[in-house]
């Protein structure tokens, strides 16, 4: 949960960066919110939740 929490927080804010820059305007931010927002409700949420967990787990094993 606080994983994925932090995700969600993350992306929100570069979603805002990226749009206060120039980079993305307000209409493509909505589609691709509204894209995220569906895609979490398909067969293929699982997976990507897997996916992010193991990346995540693979980044926290890295020491320096």
């Known amino acids: ?3 994925s929490l932090s995700v969600v927080l993350l992306l929100g804010i570069v979603l805002v960066v ?3 820059g120039g980079s993305i305007k307000g209409g493509p931010a909505i589609v691709a919110v509204l894209f995220g927002f569906f895609l979490a ?3 293929m949420a699982p997976s990507i939740n897997r ?3 193991s990346l995540a787990e ?3 094993s ?3």
């Open 1 to 3: 949960m606080a994983i």
């Open 18 to 20: 990226l749009m206060r």
């Open 41 to 43: 409700s398909t067969g």
């Open 51 to 53: 996916f992010l967990n």
């Open 58 to 60: 693979t980044i926290n």
């Open 62 to 64: 890295i020491n320096f």
